[in-house]
Structures are given as C-alpha cells and as structure tokens.
C-alpha cells in the first residue's frame, strides 16, 4: 500500500511536470533559438541580399558613413547637444574604455591584458582629425580594431564622436578658454 | 463465523479517514517544496556550456558594462546573445591558442553559430521585455542576482509567477535609479522604500496585475 500510494504521487508529480514543461515549450522559436528546419541550423533567417527593411534605408552619407562628397565629415550630421554629449559619455565608457580608457590615452584593461595598444586620443593627428574619421573608424574598425557598427547604432557612433573631442579638449584647454565658473572651481580644488 | 476485523479497527478506520486530509495535505506541500527546490527551477545550479565563459571575470574582472555584449537591452524584448564577433573584438589578440575558446575562433572562421544553453528561459505562455524594465528603473542584478560574481552562469530567482508578482505587487520595494540599472556594486539603501516610492511617481511605473499585462 505504502509503495503503491508513493509510486501515484510520483507519477501524479512527473505526469504535471510533463504537462508544464510542454506548456512552456511550445512550437515556436525565441530569438536565436536553434532549428533543425534549416541548414545553419537558425530560426532566425538572413534576409534575402539587398533587402531593405522599414527604416534601414541608411542612404544619408553624412548619417550612416561619415562622408560628406566623398570626404570625412567635418561637421557632425545633427547638433550637439548637452543631452547628446551625455550620451556619448555613457557609450564611451561602455564600448571604448576597455581599450582607449576613461581619458582616451590608450592603456585601457584590455591593452593592459596584451591587446595592441591603439593610439592615444590626444596626439596631434587625432586632434586635428574631423568627426567623419572618427565615425569612420568606429564603423568600418581600424588596425587591431574591429567594426563597432553592429553594437554601436550610427547616432551613438557620432555621440561618442563629440564625446571624444571633449576628451581632447579636456587635454589641451587653455585657462583662457574657461568660463569664470570653472576657474573658480578649478582654483578650489587645487 | 466470526469476525475478520476486531471492534478496534473502527477507530482506525476513523483515523485514516480524518488522517487522509493531513496525507494530502502533507502530498501538496512536498509538492510545492519541490517545486520550489533548485531541482525543479535550476536556481543556483551552474549550466554546461561549450564554452565556459566567465561573467565574473568578465565583469568583475575586467568592469566591462552588461551592455557591451547584450546591446539589445534597452533597446527590445531580448537583451541578446553577442555574436562571436564581439568576442573576437579582443580575442583576435587575447588568448589567441587557448584551446578553451577554440570553439568560438572556429565559429568566427566558419560563421557556424556557438550553441549556448540557454540559463533563464522563461515559458512561452509568458510575454516579457527587458527594454521596459530597464527603463523603469529594474536594475540587472534585480533579477539576475550578482552576475559579477558568477564563474559560470546560474538562475538566482525561479522567474515563477509567484516571483514576478513580488514586484509587480510592490515595485517600490525593488526599483533604484535609472543610471543605476547597470551598476552591479548598488545595493538596496536604507530608504528603499522612500526611494522606490519616489521613483515609482518619477517614472510613472504603474502595478501591472493584470493578467493580459504578461499572459497575451
């Protein structure tokens, strides 16, 4: 009796677990999920080539690839604002500084593991550089650096683009530059 | 012919009539602790990968931000899974003949996908975003516990219903600040509740307990 009533409340538990997990489990694919429908073996299908969705149409050079006339952008497609500059900050930190670091010298935690060192931000070169090469190098990589454009839409490249000429500027401002606000502030911490 | 059962049976049987209610009882809550254990969830129980990819010494280790692999977050339902190209973004360089990663330099070279085993896979009889939850201020460890500090990746909370519900219920109790979300080191401060309630107007976080909110 005793081990008949444990084998059906052991069944009764197995037979409901069944029962959820086919719920829960249903015939349908979630994001990245593997099939074996296809030959990759993806749910997720490439698009035919050349297929432009809703919205993807990225035909404004100045936007999408940093050119303007076959040139590097020299202005940046939209204004700067504090708000965006904000932005670039945050993306900054998230997808730079693990090589370039906080102030853009290069000596990022990742470099410091043995990845080529990139260039420090605040070399003349760079310094004299338009947004469009920076944005440039963000989506197309450069050296030891890959393409960020599949992690990095194109509105954030260019805010990490200001954010970067901010950096520089923090680099080689002169005292003359700043506002009496800042002197004072800098003065107090000195 | 005499008796098969002795008189003093009856109170026996009265006893496993009175008692079958306490056996059943006892059933359902062996059941529900079962249900509840790590067995049944997987809470706590570190999944096989083919590749034993680190978060603690990606994130602890090295303070790479959530975002940097799981771009999606904000942005959609899914926070994403990186492509192995993110991972070669360093691995080109790093660790280049650890036969550890040779499954992911083999997946950058033949374009064949790393199989992962999915850790928090919620029903699908369940609709969730996390592009909303991080908008309104659920920070990642909310859910996923310290995520830091996980060699190999583990479920902290079961994702029952009866777990979603604690916050929906009382978000007050769980929300910080939206610039917070990311920070793996916050902790819950003293004025939590303060705090929450605050948060709760500032965003317009309402008590979602409606059924259709995640069953649709």
């Known amino acids: 009796m005793g081990i008949r009533f444990a084998a059906g409340a052991a ?85 730079c500084t693990p090589c370039h ?25 760079l310094r004299a550089a338009p947004p469009g090469y920076f944005f440039d190098v963000m989506t197309n990589g450069f050296g030891a650096m890959s393409s960020y454009a599949s992690q990095v839409p194109a509105e954030d490249r260019w805010a990490i683009a200001a954010y970067i000429r901010a950096l520089q500027l923090s680099q080689n401002a002169n005292e003359a530059d700043l506002a009496p606000e800042d002197l004072e502030l800098l003065g107090a911490q000195r | ?25 006892a059933l359902a809550f062996a059941a529900g602790i ?52 993110t991972c070669m973004n360093c691995h080109s360089q790093i660790w280049v003949d650890s036969p550890m990663l040779e499954p992911v330099r083999e997946s950058f070279r033949t374009g064949d996908s790393l199989e992962w085993v999915r850790v928090h896979d919620l029903a699908d009889f369940v609709y969730f975003n996390h592009s909303v939850h991080v908008a309104k201020g659920v920070g990642c460890s909310t859910c996923h516990g310290q995520v830091d500090e996980m060699p190999l990746m583990w479920k902290e909370n079961s994702l029952y219903m009866e777990w979603c519900l604690d916050c929906h219920r009382q978000p007050e109790k769980f929300v910080r600040p939206r610039d917070e979300v990311f920070n793996m080191d916050w902790e819950t401060p003293p004025n939590q509740l303060e705090l929450g309630r605050h948060l709760v107007e500032q965003y317009d976080i309402e008590n979602l307990l409606s059924c259709s909110t995640c069953h649709r």
């Open chain 2, 34 to 85: 079962f249900a509840r254990s790590s067995v049944a969830t997987g809470v706590g129980v570190a999944v096989r990968q083919e590749v034993p990819f680190s978060h603690k010494h990606h994130v602890e280790g090295l303070g790479l931000d959530c975002r940097y692999c799981h771009t999606g977050v904000e942005e959609s339902s899914f926070a994403g899974i990186p492509p192995t190209a």
């Open chain 1, 101 to 125: 670091d906080q102030l853009g010298t290069g000596a990022g935690i990742v470099v410091q593991r043995g990845f080529r060192r990139p260039s420090s931000l605040h070399v003349d070169r």
């Open chain 1, 11 to 95: 069944l009764v538990l197995a037979l409901s677990g069944c029962y959820a997990q086919e719920m829960a489990n249903q015939d349908r694919y979630e994001p990245l999920e593997a099939s074996g429908l296809f030959e990759d073996g993806m749910a997720s299908r490439q698009p035919i080539e050349g297929t432009v969705a809703r919205g993807q149409l990225f035909e404004d050079d100045h936007l999408y690839r940093g050119t303007v006339a076959g040139q590097p952008a020299t202005e940046f497609p939209f204004e700067i604002t504090a708000e965006i500059m904000a932005r670039g900050q945050e993306r900054y930190q998230i997808f």
């Open chain 2, 1 to 25: 012919m005499s008796q098969i059962f002795h008189p003093s049976t009856n109170t026996l049987a009265r006893l496993s009539i009175f008692g079958a209610v306490f056996a059943a009882a």
